[in-house]
C-alpha cells in the first residue's frame, strides 16, 4: 500500500452505534489530519496531529474522539452520532509537522451515512 | 479569521481548451501558502499547485499554473489543453501559519466539466 489509505470507504451507522475510522500513512510524515466535508460547504479541519500530539481540536463534538497511537495511523472514534454528522471524512498527513507548508496528502475518505 | 472565495460553482471547458478557475483570499497575515488541490468523484483530494506569500514567480506544474495577484489577493488557477481526466472538483486553499499548527482553509470548490 502506498500513499494515504481509509477504511472503511463506506459506513452506514445508527444513531445508537459505536464506529471507529481509521486512517494510514505510507509516507514518512509526522503530521496528520481529519477533515469533514458536507454537501456544499468548503472542508472543515476538525483535528491536528503533530508527532502524535494534538495540537488542534476546532471545536468539534465530543461525539467525535480522535486517536494517534503513532505517526503512521489516525483513528477517529465515533459514538452517539447525530443525521447532521452525514458526511464524507477525509484523513491527511502531511511533512514537518503541523506548522510547515508541506502540501497535505489526502486520502480517498470515509462516506458516512447516519441514520 | 480566513477566507477563501471561489465564485464559480460549475465551470465547462472544450477538450484542448485553457480554463481559469478563480479563487480569491482574505487575510491579515503577511506569510501564508495557497494551494489548488483537485478532487475527481472518487472521493480523494489530489495535490495540484503551491504558491508561497513571498513567491515573486507564479507557481507552475505541468498544464496546472497559478496567477498569483497578491495586491487583488487573487490566486486563480489555469488548466491549459484540458483533458476529459480533468472533470472534477478543484478546491483553492489557504495555510495559514498559526504557530502551533498549520491549517488549511478550504474554498466551496468549482465542478470543471471538460466536453468533447
Known amino acids: 500500500e502506498t500513499g494515504v489509505t481509509q477504511t472503511p470507504r463506506h459506513l452506514v451507522m445508527g444513531m445508537t452505534n459505536k464506529k471507529s475510522l481509521k486512517c494510514e500513512q505510507h509516507?514518512?510524515?509526522?503530521?496528520m489530519y481529519w477533515y469533514k466535508q458536507s454537501a456544499k460547504k468548503p472542508l472543515e479541519l476538525m483535528f491536528v496531529?503533530?508527532?502524535?500530539?494534538?495540537?488542534e481540536n476546532n471545536s468539534v463534538p465530543s461525539r467525535f474522539s480522535p486517536e494517534c497511537p503513532n505517526s503512521s495511523h489516525l483513528f477517529l472514534h465515533l459514538h452517539t452520532l447525530q443525521p447532521e454528522d452525514s458526511a464524507l471524512y477525509l484523513c491527511?498527513?502531511?511533512?514537518?509537522?503541523?506548522?510547515?507548508?508541506?502540501?497535505?496528502?489526502f486520502g480517498p475518505g470515509t462516506r458516512l451515512t447516519v441514520l | 479569521a480566513q477566507k477563501i472565495t471561489q465564485t464559480q460553482p460549475g465551470m465547462f471547458v472544450q477538450e484542448k481548451e485553457a480554463v481559469t478557475l478563480d479563487c480569491t483570499y482574505d487575510t491579515s497575515d503577511q506569510s501564508y501558502g495557497l494551494f489548488w488541490y483537485k478532487q475527481p468523484s472518487s472521493g480523494e483530494m489530489i495535490f495540484l499547485i503551491y504558491q508561497g506569500s513571498y513567491d515573486e514567480q507564479n507557481a507552475t506544474e505541468g498544464r496546472y499554473s497559478l496567477n498569483f495577484q497578491k495586491a487583488r489577493k487573487s490566486a486563480n488557477l489555469v488548466i491549459s489543453a484540458s483533458q476529459l481526466g480533468d472533470s472534477a472538483m478543484y478546491f483553492c486553499?489557504?495555510?495559514?501559519?498559526?504557530?502551533?499548527?498549520?491549517?488549511?482553509?478550504f474554498g466551496t470548490g468549482t465542478r470543471l466539466q471538460v466536453t468533447l
Open positions: 486553499a489557504m495555510r495559514v501559519y498559526t504557530g502551533t499548527a498549520s491549517k488549511l482553509t
Open positions: 496531529y503533530s508527532l502524535e500530539e494534538r495540537v
Open positions: 509516507l514518512g510524515h509526522n503530521a
Open positions: 491527511a498527513s502531511s511533512l514537518g509537522g503541523g506548522n510547515s507548508y508541506n502540501e497535505q496528502f
